[in-house]
């Protein structure tokens, strides 16, 4: 246990509880001040100084947000390779630059191979396997779809050539990048990659060692790849020789996967409906549908709070972090929400919406409903409300980790915006690397999101959980890219969205009051501490908090764990002037514009 939690407990000893497994994709790898950037004819935030970069070059040059977006996608493959890259998927919300009814919800989430079952994840004895184990190895990988979703989107959307927006990925794989400080940091407590021949060859010295920070990264099997991709188009990676290569290793590993080449060759992009809503009368908060959990989550906890009544409304912020008071509403507001985020969410295409619409999740009387909940002590653990006159039978998702990611926010010169979440799941997927069969050092990492789903199919009772393992099927994520737009005249107002498993949506959900509610800039909204609850313990940032804080919430009955929250937020904002960006200091994001 954290000192900080031993003496909080010794406050009130009845609020306390052990605490919880991490809910953070990666670990923390410190904390870099930034200041926040302004500019007036376009702007990229993303993950990596490297992929802003080629972002920024693309929309130097005329490229679309959708042109920049595909080309930071493509070196973050590279760079940072723990946290996305061709071998997953995303969720990629776009705006053509006119009216806001032109948004987009464009899915590239992986699915589940025809072969797959809902016992996948479990033992001889019908137990779920632990998740350190269910996630490494060919069983855990699903079908691929980031590069399908880009090529679809930039048909619709793209001004440059195809090919012209790998190239500084391709530059950088063959010249070589500088191993960063927190690809370094998180090979350093990686154990599972070592397995791999390639990922080992790759990642670590002939010791077992990481290769240092700073040493001179140079992958020529992904350079390969991603020049087949530039001249093939997505058919590269999904049929042919990188194809077979992926196959192979996923069905070859000693944990055998039930990916085949008929899954590669059918995947197809969709592109949904987005779920855009009111919020605090002049904003349009759009983001994404099931299977994304994430807006809906989002935006119930915006809801339930705007139900409250004005009376107890506390003003928020305390020494510039927010205090107990305004921190007890909102956690209690996330365990409704999150609760029914349990019960209710899965993919779209296998589990029918409650009262056969999601929004009847943000009904105005549902919410208030819910938020007669709220009262002046914990609920402790929340269940889900009952939003269609009939309750569904479904189980609960039992907490299980979930992982990320990484976000890139784009607006270009024609007000054009993007917001997208990227994954491969855990930090370094399922730690297995294919590299196209092309015989070259390096690749790139395969996804685990078959540890998305649900690794119980069923409960005690035999009533099935929605987001378990169907062939085909999406699983359930809580990525949130989020576009806002002025609900009086349509105009853009910002894109943002974050890393972060389960907690992406405590973090979209902070920049969104920070900046809109509380009138900070991002940068401002972004460095503020991060907390929330997974419908368990309230979770907040280690070390930013003051101790009278922690005894305040656990005087409510709260059971506080502090923790690392290791966001990796990105925004874009709009100003009188253009554009003000922030990137998360928690990371090595960068947000550049001119």
Sequence with gaps: MQLRFLISCTLALAGCAAPAPSPVPEGASGWTAKAGKTATRFMVAAANPLATDAGYRVLQRGGTALDAAIAVQMVLTLVEPQSSGIGGGAFLMHFDGGQPGKVQAWDGRETAPAAADERLFLDGQGKP?????ARTGGRAVATPGVVKMLEAAHRQHGRLPWADLFEPAITLAERGFAMSPRLHRQLQGETALQQDPLARAYFYKPDGEPHPVGHLMQNPALAAVLRLL????????????????????????????????????????????????????????????????????VMQILGLLEQLPAAAQPSPLQAGVPNADWLHLYTEASRLAYADRALFVA????????????????????????????????????????????????????????????????????????????????????RLMANGGNGLPGGFLLNNQMTDFSVTPFDAQGRPVANRIQPGKRPRSSMSPTLVFDSRDGRLLMTLGSPGGPVIIHFTAKTLIGTLQWGLNPQAAIDLPNFGSLNGPTL?????????????????GHRV??????????????????????????????VRGE
Aim: charged fraction near 20%; include cysteine.
């Design 230 to 297: 530039a001249t093939q188009g997505s058919d590269a990676l999904h049929s042919g020789a990188v194809a077979e290569d992926l196959v192979a290793r996923v069905q070859g590993h000693a944990v055998a996967g039930r990916l085949s080449a008929a899954d590669l060759r059918s995947y197809a992009p969709k592109l949904r409906e987005p779920i855009c809503t009111p919020w605090r009368v002049v904003y349009r908060v759009c983001g994404f549908p099931p299977p994304s959990s994430g807006h809906l989550a």
């Design 561 to 590: 764990v502090e923790m690392e929250l290791t966001s990796g937020l990105q925004a874009i904002q709009r100003t009188p002037a253009g554009w003000a960006g922030g990137a998360d200091p928690r990371r090595e994001g960068e």
């Design 347 to 430: 993919d779209p295409d296998f589990v029918s919406a409650p009262a056969g619409r999601w929004t009847s999740l943000l009904d105005p009387t549902y919410l208030q409903q819910r938020a007669a909940l709220i009262g002046p002590r914990s609920m402790g653990t929340a269940t889900a409300g009952q939003p269609a006159p009939t309750p569904v039978a479904l189980a609960p998702m039992p907490e299980q980790p979930e992982h990320g990611t990484s976000h890139i926010s784009v607006v270009d010169t024609q007000g054009r915006a993007v917001a997208m979440t990227t994954t491969i799941e855990a930090a370094f997927g399922a």
């Design 540 to 556: 907040l940032e280690k070390g930013r908090f003051p101790a009278a804080t922690l005894a305040d919430l656990l005087e409510r």
């Design 129 to 133: 396997l632990p998740f350190a184990q």
